[in-house]
């Protein structure tokens, strides 16, 4: 997990006691979300970042010698029911977030005051993909999201279309649209999905 990070924050983090805290910065389409998994509100980074505290949580963030692509997660969990209004939930959830752009900073905080000893370092970028909501005594929100590298092209270099499909295989069925979902472009987020 140490590449490329700072010489400081990979001491601060390779002490006998540490308290790793994540900031996760959302772009959604009305207000970005910026959230840190620390108490309070901080100033970091030119923003104002607020604490969710021990409710927060990110997992799935891997290093790997392989060209390879992991999903994260990122989620607040256990808010008690009654501080959740049902007109919070309807509006997150009428938001077009998929293929927002994500950010994940690391850093450690004081042991003492639970400040952030360090400016928080960017280890992970991608984009939204799914949210889910449970609800009961307590509701929790999680969302996955995809690194920027599923948005790279096939490695043979083709653009996988019906069109190049059908020439290639001697114009079979016009409508065979098996290959559609793979003409994404390299770098770009995969499309919104369309509400029915």
């Known amino acids: 997990m140490s590449r490329g990070l700072t010489t400081a924050l990979i001491g601060l983090l390779s002490a006998t006691e540490v308290w790793p805290v994540w900031f996760v910065n959302i772009d959604m389409p009305t207000t970005p979300s910026y959230s840190w998994t620390g108490v309070g509100t901080t100033s970091q980074l030119g923003q104002s970042w607020s604490g969710v505290g021990e409710h927060g949580f990110v997992s799935g963030i891997q290093s790997?010698?392989?060209?390879?692509?992991?999903?994260?997660t990122m989620g607040?969990?256990?808010i008690p029911a009654n501080l959740i209004t049902p007109s919070i939930l309807q509006k997150s959830r009428?938001?077009?977030?998929q293929g927002r752009a994500v950010n994940i900073y690391l850093t450690g905080c004081n042991l003492a005051t639970g400040v952030p000893a360090l400016?928080?370092?960017l280890i992970w970028s991608g984009f939204a993909d799914i949210?889910?909501?449970r609800y009961g005594q307590t509701i929790s929100v999680a969302m996955t999201a995809e690194s920027l590298s599923t948005q790279l092209s096939r490695t043979n270099g083709l653009k996988m279309t019906t069109e190049?499909?059908?020439k290639r295989l001697g114009s079979p069925s016009p409508r065979d649209l098996f290959f559609d979902s793979q003409s994404r472009l390299a770098g770009v987020p995969r499309p919104l999905?369309?509400?029915t």
């Open 119 to 121: 400016p928080p370092e």
């Open 64 to 72: 790997s010698k392989e060209i390879r692509s992991y999903e994260v």
């Open 94 to 97: 009428s938001q077009q977030y």
């Open 164 to 166: 190049n499909h059908n």
């Open 193 to 195: 999905l369309q509400g």
């Open 131 to 133: 949210m889910t909501f």
């Open 76 to 78: 607040i969990v256990g």
